[in-house]
């Protein structure tokens, strides 16, 4: 439903059966009983409302990851939408004793509205769960879907689009024999937070589903296409490449990155995302032979097939007035770090039984910093292990990577960053428009749910 100034949206989660292996039926947690979820659009400065309501047996709550919204709307992780049935238990009557402390289950209705201005780029933004504490199980149950924002800076670039735009959802998932998704502890009757510590470095899947099937291939015209790809696994990264690369190399084209459109293309032979990150890049399939597939393959980690996905390329001739300007894509506004007006640092570090930000562990109400808005801010990330650092809010720009240039997956406006063993990132931030309370985490979400989380209260 739309008004002249808003666009309305109304997504229920519920569970629902997806055929993703053969022979069997895989119970899913999904937005509309799909995973992925519905894809909502957006423009550009037009409120965007979504109604969601809660028809699975636990609380959840949904967070917008790259909107800039306000606190209310920003998916707090105690912000519960009750389950159906409003008590703690609902249909599954399962153990819900955990979550008694979170609030009282008589105030909280198994809805809530959602309200975004939308005064941010053109991007690829996604939504998904962000219960306290059980964030991890929750989205590997399938509780993501995409939210594209779009403007006309972008709409005027003559970007591929229509049939030739596709958002990828990338999302690693281990199956039980019967079909269904294995996760440590999956029964809601055994969910505590912090039982997941036999995966202390996040859970893993063996296959890569690619916006929910395995191994999809997609037919393809020669022709350029827009590929949106996000990595939603839990804690698996990934270094993406087609093979063949096709004759002369730089076969991914990116244009833009977490936040939006870059200020020009760059070609890359392999892209590299942690959980949470989105490349946007330009794939030209008239670069291969007619009739030929290429395929999108995962060089990073083991345990899994290197296949992600196949193109089969049609051998007719086609027309294609897309384009990507060689030069200039986007204004970019670059901010100084030399106009910080602070700088903070936090440590991500594993404690005894949780992980932690500088030595803390994750309590609601209790604010790590208090950015002034309108300030330029440079926060510095230290870590011993590989953690991919996520803001809430408002994005940032990678100023350096262990005290040097950043590396080449950085560019843009970014909202989460591959902080890796033993390095230092620094960003360059600048909170805008919303007081409040908004979070810092790690988006390895078994991380998350172990408690690597702070709030900062921006003022
Ligand atoms: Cu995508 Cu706070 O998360
Ligand atoms: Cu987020
Ligand atoms: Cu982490």
């Given at each position: 439903r739309t008004d002249g100034t808003t666009d309305y949206y109304e997504i229920t989660a519920r569970p629902g059966l997806a055929r993703i292996v053969p022979g069997h039926d895989t119970e899913v947690w999904g937005y509309q009983a799909l995973f992925p979820g519905p894809t909502i659009e957006s423009r550009s400065g037009r409120r965007t409302v979504v109604t969601h309501r809660n028809e699975l047996p636990h609380p959840t709550v949904v967070h917008l990851h790259g909107g800039h919204t306000p606190h209310d709307s920003d998916g707090y992780p105690m912000d519960l939408i009750a389950p159906l049935g409003g008590g703690s238990g609902g249909p599954g009557g399962s153990g819900m004793a955990g979550m008694a402390g979170m609030g009282s289950a008589a105030n909280v209705k198994p809805e809530r509205v959602y309200d975004y201005p939308m005064n941010q780029r053109a991007a690829t933004l996604w939504y998904h769960d962000h219960t306290m504490g059980f964030t991890g199980p929750q989205v590997y149950r399938g509780l993501a879907g995409f939210h594209l924002v779009r403007d006309d800076e972008e709409a005027s670039l003559g970007l591929p689009q229509g049939a030739r735009e596709l958002p990828l959802m990338l999302a690693d998932r281990a199956f039980a024999a019967d079909g269904s998704f294995a996760y440590p502890a999956l029964d809601p009757s055994e969910m505590k937070p912090g039982v997941t510590t036999p995966y202390m470095n996040g859970v893993l899947g063996d296959v890569i589903l690619v916006n929910g099937a395995p191994w999809p291939f997609a037919p393809v015209d020669r022709a350029r296409y827009r590929l949106r790809i996000l990595n939603a696994s839990n804690a698996r990264r990934y270094r993406l490449e087609l093979d063949p690369q096709p004759p002369g190399g730089g076969g991914l084209l990116q244009i833009g990155s977490d936040g939006g459109l870059l200020a020009r293309p760059v070609a890359h032979d392999g892209i590299e995302l942690a959980p949470a990150e989105r490349f946007d890049v330009v794939v030209d399939f008239s670069r291969y032979p007619a009739g030929s597939s290429v395929r999108l393959v995962n060089r990073l980690g083991s345990g899994s097939t290197a296949e992600v996905m196949r193109f089969d390329i049609g051998s007719a001739q086609v027309s294609d007035d897309s384009r990507v300007p060689g030069g200039t894509l986007a204004e970019v506004e670059k901010l100084d770090p030399a106009k910080a007006v602070a700088t903070r640092t936090f440590v991500f570090n594993k404690s005894k039984e949780n992980w932690t930000i500088n030595g803390e562990e994750y309590r609601p109400g209790h604010s790590l910093a208090s950015p002034k808005l309108g300030q330029i801010e440079v926060w510095r990330f230290v870590t011993d292990f590989h953690h991919p650092v996520h803001l809430h809010l408002d994005p940032f720009q990678v100023i350096s990577r262990n005290a040097a240039d950043p590396g080449e997956y950085d560019a843009g406006w970014k909202d989460t960053v591959d902080v890796l063993?033993?390095?230092?990132?620094?960003?360059?931030?600048?909170?805008?428009?919303?007081?409040?309370?908004?979070?810092?985490?790690?988006?390895?979400?078994?991380h998350e749910d172990m408690a690597m989380m702070a709030e900062f209260t921006t003022q």
């Amino acid at each position: 439903r739309t008004d002249g100034t808003t666009d309305y949206y109304e997504i229920t989660a519920r569970p629902g059966l997806a055929r993703i292996v053969p022979g069997h039926d895989t119970e899913v947690w999904g937005y509309q009983a799909l995973f992925p979820g519905p894809t909502i659009e957006s423009r550009s400065g037009r409120r965007t409302v979504v109604t969601h309501r809660n028809e699975l047996p636990h609380p959840t709550v949904v967070h917008l990851h790259g909107g800039h919204t306000p606190h209310d709307s920003d998916g707090y992780p105690m912000d519960l939408i009750a389950p159906l049935g409003g008590g703690s238990g609902g249909p599954g009557g399962s153990g819900m004793a955990g979550m008694a402390g979170m609030g009282s289950a008589a105030n909280v209705k198994p809805e809530r509205v959602y309200d975004y201005p939308m005064n941010q780029r053109a991007a690829t933004l996604w939504y998904h769960d962000h219960t306290m504490g059980f964030t991890g199980p929750q989205v590997y149950r399938g509780l993501a879907g995409f939210h594209l924002v779009r403007d006309d800076e972008e709409a005027s670039l003559g970007l591929p689009q229509g049939a030739r735009e596709l958002p990828l959802m990338l999302a690693d998932r281990a199956f039980a024999a019967d079909g269904s998704f294995a996760y440590p502890a999956l029964d809601p009757s055994e969910m505590k937070p912090g039982v997941t510590t036999p995966y202390m470095n996040g859970v893993l899947g063996d296959v890569i589903l690619v916006n929910g099937a395995p191994w999809p291939f997609a037919p393809v015209d020669r022709a350029r296409y827009r590929l949106r790809i996000l990595n939603a696994s839990n804690a698996r990264r990934y270094r993406l490449e087609l093979d063949p690369q096709p004759p002369g190399g730089g076969g991914l084209l990116q244009i833009g990155s977490d936040g939006g459109l870059l200020a020009r293309p760059v070609a890359h032979d392999g892209i590299e995302l942690a959980p949470a990150e989105r490349f946007d890049v330009v794939v030209d399939f008239s670069r291969y032979p007619a009739g030929s597939s290429v395929r999108l393959v995962n060089r990073l980690g083991s345990g899994s097939t290197a296949e992600v996905m196949r193109f089969d390329i049609g051998s007719a001739q086609v027309s294609d007035d897309s384009r990507v300007p060689g030069g200039t894509l986007a204004e970019v506004e670059k901010l100084d770090p030399a106009k910080a007006v602070a700088t903070r640092t936090f440590v991500f570090n594993k404690s005894k039984e949780n992980w932690t930000i500088n030595g803390e562990e994750y309590r609601p109400g209790h604010s790590l910093a208090s950015p002034k808005l309108g300030q330029i801010e440079v926060w510095r990330f230290v870590t011993d292990f590989h953690h991919p650092v996520h803001l809430h809010l408002d994005p940032f720009q990678v100023i350096s990577r262990n005290a040097a240039d950043p590396g080449e997956y950085d560019a843009g406006w970014k909202d989460t960053v591959d902080v890796l063993p033993a390095q230092g990132v620094e960003v360059a931030v600048r909170f805008s428009d919303y007081a409040g309370r908004f979070l810092l985490h790690c988006h390895n979400l078994e991380h998350e749910d172990m408690a690597m989380m702070a709030e900062f209260t921006t003022q």
